[in-house]
């Protein structure tokens, strides 16, 4: 802790508004196996600390890995006077911060067993089984399991008085059979995006069974066949896809700092502008999406975020209506919100936080409703599960999904397994178009371990989650 | 930052039976700016040591970011613990031996030394001509140094170093957002006047916009749209995969897959483009024909496939697709209609197997007739199988470099195939 007094000791010192300090490790164990052949096992620890300085309505941030008095003192400076700089373009355009209270506090991860204290050959044994599993069947060409642990230990300061010993984790195994016949390759996927969650979670999900499942189903799907033309039809989107979806056509869009047109150069912009706040039919009335860093288990769920605000839940879009943003400290001010949701974060100890999506959830249906009863309610349809191909607009408007696996459904029944399925539509029709949710036994959270945002890029993590949903008369065709 | 020193610890204190090291430094400065103000303004140095070490076959990697004697041992104890509890890997490859690496020079003494006050004054005049031109600009000024060096048991012994510099700016008056961006290994080649001159003229072309409903069409495809493709296209071009049956690609090596006015090199022979001298398995970068009149010369391959093929390692360090002589307007002229891209954005595979892409236009679309453009139209999706698209390549523009590691031409692409429009 002596490193955050002395930071913003110094830092106030100098004259700042407002300064932060985050000294974090950020911990890596990644395995990736391949057709029984380790391709790569590595433990990475990056430590360091980030300083912000806030003066005259503009940021300036330095990072170093070398911990001493000196370079403490040095980074500090070097914040300071980039701040400065910054300040001299912002002159007519300063920012401003949402008040916030000062916070100590402690928050870790609840985990039964840290993945990172199980021994390697465990881990190793289990997915050398996993992949003789998967390359058992003839037919099957790759077995690949990718497995990601990650450990995030931050101490945090700001000269608001806050001082924050914040530890969060997460676990994320993914298993791919790909299958080849007849001049064709498919692959499908095992991926519930990872959560935050001990070793615990592995032990549960029986990955042998699933090894059998996927591999089985990647035989099915390379053997498939094709929808043919587009046309429009019902779409029941299971929550291990949907996640991928409501990721890219809700939660970027409704980032306070996309709509600011502060990701304009990169990322893109968003069509959800203020003046559709209250007021902006986004989805149909049971439409309900929250954002929670409060949720257990998920990724976004880390206390506090690298502005020093809790976790918060809030209504993103309620009965179908936009409600609020995604928002951060300096975001909130520029629409006078008054408060951040607390949505700012870094990757790494070297990176500035940025706005970004925090853990973003569908509600679940008020009434019962089954998946069977779902399909069972469906004359002409597709039902999609696991994530596919993904690209949108840069202003969150037009996009086209696949997924990784696909059934046709004809009046009431799965008819067939197809291949290379593909849905078109866009904001706000898709969200208005949903007329179903099962409810909320069949809730189910879908994590996203990499999401790319900002300059330079950034790779942050959040959970989704929905129960199975319809959409009505969506474009859904194959591809070429 | 003393490598020597790294060095002297692992051959010190490793008793594996093989090693690679590989130490990267990087000291960057990126001020980020958006409708006219700075949001972002980051600098500091980041530095990665990794260590692979193999016991026999059995391996095992491990990264620190600290130079001292306790992270450097936790960094071989670690390795070396990760390689004795691994299996015997059946794929495994020996470290790089001594090699004799070619001279490349990526490194600009005045970029390396640009100062914090220089690049804020540069997002400075920026934001005037913005203001001058009643609009707003967001983009990034950013500098990069960057030291790296690679080191095995077996004897290679490599160094890299390169600088970068780097300035876009998306520029938005009333409807229209349109970018410029300049991205180099040298700040000398920077000129602002010129790149917001050529900003202000893609946004009053771009004031007129008109809906277009979604066609096969043939397109004028400029370089940064062009890259972004060919980027893509280059991901599923991997040898092994393809010999496996999961790209395009599977039983094409030497036969005319592309179209005979495609062609496409990794080179060390062009000045302007970053070339390192050798990659992460220590393969020295050569000349490298990837695709050379159409026919599938060679794929990027790492040691173990290409010892078990009987091929060639390599990667691909550099993009470069040699052009023609056709100008814009005479493009225009070569077909009754089409489009001209500006960029591309969003790409992703749709599907693996048959090489299939789709993605988004961006940042303005222009609809020409009767050699001339009309005017602006919205943007569009396109699903398209690219080595497919080169097959229908009309004409083909000067080359230019399009970032610092791509130099590519203007192409004349026929039958372009867009399938959706957006709203704007």
């Known amino acids: 802790m002596k490193y955050l007094d002395l930071a913003m000791n110094a830092a106030s010192s100098l004259g700042a508004e407002y300064a932060d300090i985050r000294i974090q490790k950020t911990t890596d164990q990644v395995i990736y196996l391949q057709n029984l052949s380790l391709k790569h096992t590595n433990t990475e620890v990056l430590h360091g600390y980030g300083i912000r300085v806030f003066k005259d309505g503009a940021w300036g941030f330095a990072h170093n890995n070398v911990f001493s008095d000196e370079a403490v003192l040095a980074t500090v400076q070097k914040a300071f006077e980039i701040a400065q700089l910054s300040a001299s373009v912002n002159k007519n355009k300063k920012l401003r911060l949402a008040p916030e209270r000062s916070y100590i506090a402690t928050v870790k991860t609840p985990v039964k067993i840290d993945p990172f204290e199980v021994p390697l050959n465990e881990k190793i044994d289990l997915m050398m089984e996993v992949n003789r599993t998967i390359m058992a069947y003839e037919g099957i060409r790759q077995a690949v399991f990718y497995l990601v642990q990650h450990k995030d230990e931050k101490l945090f300061g700001s000269t608001l008085g806050t001082r924050l010993d914040l530890s969060s984790l997460f676990i994320d195994p993914m298993i791919i059979a790909t299958a080849v016949h007849e001049g064709d390759s498919q692959s499908r996927t095992f991926d519930e995006g990872g959560r935050a969650i001990g070793w615990e979670w592995v032990l549960e999900l029986d990955l042998i069974d699933k090894a059998k499942q996927i591999a089985e189903e990647a035989l099915i799907k390379v053997k498939a066949d094709t929808l043919g033309p587009e046309q429009r039809r019902s779409l029941i989107l299971d929550p291990n896809h949907l996640g991928l979806t409501m990721h890219e056509s809700v939660g970027h869009p409704t980032e306070l700092d996309r709509v600011l047109g502060w990701e304009a150069d990169y990322a893109g912009i968003s069509f959800a502008t203020p003046e559709k706040l209250k007021n902006y039919r986004y989805g149909s009335e049971i439409i309900n999406f929250v954002g929670d860093n409060t949720l257990p288990q998920g990724l976004a769920t880390h206390g506090f975020d690298d502005d020093g605000v809790p976790g918060q839940k809030w209504h993103i879009i309620k009965d179908g209506i936009l409600n609020e943003y995604g928002s951060t400290r300096d975001t909130a001010m520029e629409i006078g919100l008054g408060y951040s949701r607390g949505c700012n974060r870094a990757t790494y100890y070297f990176d500035q936080p940025i706005n970004r999506i925090p853990n973003l959830y569908l509600l679940p249906g008020t009434k019962p409703l089954t998946p069977g009863e779902l399909i069972a309610d469906t004359e002409d349809g597709v039902y999609i599960q696991g994530r596919g191909s993904f690209s949108i607009d840069q202003h969150r408007v037009n996009f086209q999904f696949g997924g990784d696996f696909f059934w046709e459904i004809k009046n009431g029944k799965l008819h067939r397994p197809l291949k290379k399925v593909l849905y078109k539509s866009c904001n706000p029709e898709f969200w208005n178009s949903c007329d179903a949710i099962c409810d909320e036994r069949f809730w189910r959270p879908f994590g996203v371990v990499n999401c790319g945002k900002g300059q330079p890029s950034q790779s942050a993590r959040m959970t989704h989650g929905s129960a199975p949903a319809r959409f009505r008369n969506i474009r859904v065709g194959g591809s070429q | ?424």
């Open chain 2, 1 to 424: 930052m003393n490598s020597e020193k790294i060095l002297q610890y692992i051959k010190q204190h490793s008793n594996a039976d093989d090693w690679s090291l590989f130490i990267s430094y990087w000291d960057s400065h990126e001020t980020r700016f958006a409708q006219n103000g700075i949001t972002q303004h980051i600098t500091g140095p980041k530095l990665d040591i990794t260590l692979n070490v193999s016991y026999g076959s059995k391996s095992g990697s491990c990264t620190v970011n600290q130079a001292n004697d306790e992270s450097l041992e936790f960094l071989l104890k670690t390795a070396q613990d990760i390689a004795r509890i691994a299996p015997e890997d059946p794929e495994f490859m020996p470290s790089a031996e001594a090699a004799e690496l070619p001279k490349v020079n990526n490194c600009d003494e005045e970029t390396k030394n640009l100062d914090p006050k220089q690049m804020v004054e540069i997002v400075q005049k920026a934001i005037d001509k913005a203001k001058a031109f009643d609009s707003t600009v967001s983009g990034m000024t950013e500098k990069h140094y960057h030291n790296s060096w690679m080191f095995t048991k077996n004897g290679f012994a490599g160094h890299s170093e390169r600088t970068g510099f780097g300035h876009s700016m998306t520029l938005k008056k009333a409807e229209v957002e349109t970018k410029v961006d300049y991205e180099a290994k040298c700040f000398a080649g920077f000129d602002l006047d010129k790149d917001f001159a050529q900003l202000q003229s893609q946004a009053i072309a771009l004031a007129d916009l008109h809906v277009f409903e979604p066609q096969k069409i043939a397109v004028i495809m400029r370089p940064s749209a062009l890259m972004e493709l060919m980027w893509f296209m280059g991901w599923m071009m991997n040898r092994r995969q393809s010999d496996e049956g999961f790209t395009p690609f599977t039983g094409q090596l030497g036969k005319p897959f592309f179209g005979e006015k495609f062609s496409w090199f990794s080179t060390l022979q062009q000045p302007q483009l970053v070339a390192r001298p050798y990659d992460y398995e220590g393969n020295v970068s050569r000349e490298i024909a990837w695709v050379e009149n159409g026919i599938l010369k060679n794929m990027p391959t790492n040691r173990y496939w290409a010892k078990k093929v009987n091929g060639t390692p390599g990667s691909s360090y550099n993009i470069y697709i040699p052009g023609g002589n056709s100008t814009e307007e005479e493009m225009m002229q070569m077909v009754p209609r089409g489009l001209i891209l500006n960029r591309l954005w969003y790409i992703r595979t749709v599907d693996a197997k048959s090489g299939e892409l789709t993605g988004m236009t961006r940042d303005g679309v222009l609809y020409f007739e009767n050699g001339k453009v009309q005017h602006a139209v919205n943007n569009l999706r396109f699903n398209e199988i690219p080595h497919d698209a080169t097959r229908r390549i009309l004409a083909l523009g000067a080359s230019k470099l399009a970032s610092a590691s791509s130099m590519l031409p203007t192409m004349l692409i026929d039958n372009f195939n867009f399938v959706d429009k957006t709203s704007f």
